[in-house]
């Protein structure tokens, strides 16, 4: 159980770009679900925290204009990173919960290359 | 703020045991443990609420002292799959997690 998928796991784009990526619950309905950003051998950093039906809560330094984020349902969630450049590139990993004292469950990540 | 994970990394052989220890300066609602193999999502090994307790299952197990705003992870017998970086997770009530910077864990035959 608590399956999350991650999809695409991996996008090579050109400078100037919108990338989509979507982060879908397959076995149970996130109330909460989170992205984060991770530089290679760092830590996780949350980018955004997002509610089913209401706008995303961005961390301190994060774009929102740039990194946009739907909840549309209690399943899926989608961050836009919108006209992508190079320092852009990362590799960007979501979570959902199903709140309260339940884990996170993370997706397989997708890491972006921006060219 | 960032919890200080110690040690940054360790070597073990197979069958050696491993302490990952988490501490935070503040006041913890939960810490979450996980573990990263390379080029992979991290995975979820166990929670520990506030009220401090203890947890284990197979030959891992973590503890949590909610006065000393630390959390410990024991890691016994260790195998070949151990490998990996163990992250924590806390949770100071916000209902999000800051994670720290990890540690690095070899299990070598």
């Known amino acids: 159980g608590a399956v999350v998928s991650q999809h695409p796991s991996r996008v090579i784009c050109k400078s100037g770009t919108s990338v989509k990526i979507e982060c879908r619950s397959l076995d149970f309905q996130a109330t909460t679900m989170f992205w984060y950003r991770q530089f290679p051998k760092k830590s996780l950093m949350l980018m955004a925290t997002?509610?089913?039906?209401?706008?995303?809560?961005?961390e301190q330094g994060v774009e929102k204009d740039k990194f946009l984020i739907n909840h549309a349902s209690l399943t899926l969630s989608t961050l836009t990173v919108t006209s992508a450049h190079p320092e852009d590139s990362s590799f960007y990993i979501c979570?959902?919960?199903?709140?309260?004292?339940?884990?996170?469950?993370f997706g397989d990540g997708t890491r972006l290359s921006i060219l | 703020q960032q919890p200080v994970q110690s040690p940054q990394a360790v070597i073990l052989r197979e069958g050696e045991d491993a302490v990952i220890n988490c501490s935070s300066s503040?006041?913890?609602?939960?810490v979450h443990w996980y573990r990263q193999k390379h080029g992979e999502a991290p995975v979820f090994l166990m929670i520990?609420?506030?009220?401090?307790e203890q947890k284990g299952h197979d030959k891992i197990s973590a503890s949590f002292n909610e006065k000393k705003q630390q959390s410990s992870l024991y890691l016994t017998a260790s195998q070949l799959s151990y490998s990996g970086t163990y992250f924590c997770g806390t949770d100071s009530g916000g209902n999000k997690l800051v994670f720290g910077a990890g540690t690095i864990l070899r299990v070598k035959s």
């Open positions: 503040k006041a913890l609602y939960s």
């Open positions: 997002s509610n089913e039906g209401s706008k995303a809560t961005y």
């Open positions: 979570s959902a919960s199903q709140g309260g004292d339940q884990p996170q469950h």
């Open positions: 520990l609420l506030k009220g401090g």
